[in-house]
């Protein structure tokens, strides 16, 4: 498994106690590889689909823990197989409504909220949370280098304002994050080793931060 395999592996287990910061986790993965839907009744629904079953698993944890699920419909028959990624809808729009008002996706008038930005702001107040919601983005859209090689931890954002913002949000732990632009995508990313082991332990990856110390302390002593 590469690193980046890994340290997701790692990340995918990890579950905050604190219902904001799951809240926060939700968010981004609902930012990355959610969507809104409307059911034939009209009732709204959630969607998540990603090419990592482990990933919508996670998702479907995160929920089951943080809010109330009464479908008593097991997990391995909710997701389903499409072009080569996992599906997972909620099919309870109660349910979905709650969600979205956790994580300020729906407005006073109950209509589903479009932002430029990845996520409210509100929901990503905390330093605790906005710890989660880098999780989250890392597990749906990040990826690191092997550290053998050369140093590299990136996140791949569909917009500017959505990689401003996330930007932001990471150089809030004082780690100097920068963008770039590749192709239609805007990437924010960060190359210093020592900053990288700062992400991780941020994201709560704490074996992979001690694997990665120990490749940069050998790397240093040749």
Not at 1 to 16: A, N, T, Y
Not at 119 to 139: D, K, M, S, W
Not at 166 to 189: G, H, N, P, T, W
């Amino acid at each position: 498994m590469s690193f980046s395999g890994s340290v997701k592996e790692e990340l995918l287990q990890h579950f905050d106690k604190a219902r904001h910061c799951n809240i926060a986790e939700i968010a981004a993965i609902l930012a990355f590889e959610g969507e809104i839907v409307r059911l034939p009744s009209g009732e709204i629904d959630l969607r998540v689909s990603s090419e990592n079953e482990s990933l919508v698993r996670k998702y479907f944890t995160l929920l089951e823990k943080t809010f109330t699920i009464r479908n008593v419909i097991p997990i391995e028959d909710r997701i389903k197989k499409k072009n080569n990624r996992f599906v997972i809808e909620l099919e309870e729009p109660k349910t979905a409504i709650k969600v979205l008002q956790a994580v300020k996706l729906l407005g006073n008038d109950m209509t589903p909220q479009v932002f430029d930005a990845l996520v409210n702001q509100l929901v990503v107040q905390r330093n605790c949370c906005r710890r989660a919601f880098v999780r989250g983005a890392f597990l749906c859209a990040g990826s690191i280098s092997d550290p053998e090689k050369f140093y590299h931890f990136e996140i791949v954002c569909s917009s500017k304002a959505k990689a401003m913002q996330l930007m932001e949000m990471i150089q809030s732990f004082d780690v100097d994050a920068k963008i770039v632009k590749r192709k239609k995508y805007f990437v924010v990313y960060v190359k210093e080793g020592a900053q990288i082991v700062e992400l991780l332990g941020i994201m709560g990856a704490g074996v992979s931060l001690m694997n990665l110390e120990n490749v940069r302390i050998f790397k240093d002593m040749r």
